[in-house]
């Protein structure tokens, strides 16, 4: 489904509209027009747009008219450069997936969820005519267990309420632990043929995430190469293979919203590591967007990956 809607190789922009200071300075200057047609001329087809709900909407769940008018700027690029789109809800009122943003109470409380209802309703009345170059992903990345019964009502409800104005557009839904693929085959039977499952894929991190001064555990850590984290196609295989049954089981798709390896990595390291990911990809038809186009400790586009970048688009 995502392929024939020409989804099928994307990068993240981590960093612009979620995960930073929400100045006007950065939403409006992080990410222009000139990054979207470097995007497009690297060979991408689509971007994920990672977005905070206090960019488009007030805690008292009024919207802000300038967040809005930045996402249709968005999608504009995007039309121009001849880019896809998926727009991420990266954190909602009531839940984070970094737990130092202090959100919490979304999976118990009413308010919380209309307010999350009320956000998707808008972007569905926005954007439910361009189904055939826009994707909606319901919420990044659910950490704990203990969230999924809820989330599973939270979000087939959120899925009712977006096809009442969006009827065909494409919806991902991922399911706990960081959206691990583990994880997918305790999801649900999708709501409808056009849902399809989503996961994250940064395993092993003590390759990937190695010296991530945010994970205490792997703070210090360094040297870890490729061959010693046994990230060959094979690990790739088997630790997608739940996931792979899961959507066969269903007769639905698996989109990969974000891969990647921290900037600590050696730049030959990291290459080895998405060639192996990127065939497994290939091999199962799996779209994918890298995690991140620039900055945010993983961006594709800064200088210490000028050496193997054209090898790595090339692996795409």
Known sequence: MLKEMGICRGVNLGGWMSQCDYSAERLDGFITERDFRRIAAWGFDHVRIPFDYNVLQRTDGSLIPEGLARLDAALASCDACGLKTVLDLH???????????????????????????????????????????????????????????????????????????????????????????????????????????????????????????????????????????????AYFERLLQSALEKAAREGTELYCGEYGVIDVVPPEEALSWYRAIHAVFRRHGIPHALWSYKEMDFGLADARLDAVRKELLESL
């Open 91 to 233: 954190k909602t009122q009531g839940f984070s997936f970094n737990t130092q943003e202090r959100e919490a109470g979304f999976f118990e409380s009413e308010r919380c969820q209309e307010l999350f209802y009320a956000i998707w309703e808008e972007l569905a009345a926005r954007y439910g005519d361009r189904s055939d170059r826009v994707v909606f992903e319901l919420l990044n990345e659910v950490t704990d267990a203990s969230y999924l019964p809820a989330w599973k009502r939270i979000s087939a409800e959120a899925v009712r309420r977006i096809r009442g104005r969006a009827p065909e557009t494409v919806i991902l839904l991922g399911s706990w632990d960081y959206n691990s693929p583990a994880t997918v085959c305790e999801l649900d039977a999708p709501y409808d043929a056009r849902v399809l499952y989503n996961f994250h894929c940064y395993e092993p991190k003590s390759f990937t995430h190695q010296g991530a001064y945010w994970i205490p555990e792997l703070a210090d850590s360094r040297g870890v190469t490729w061959r010693e984290s046994g990230a060959d196609e």
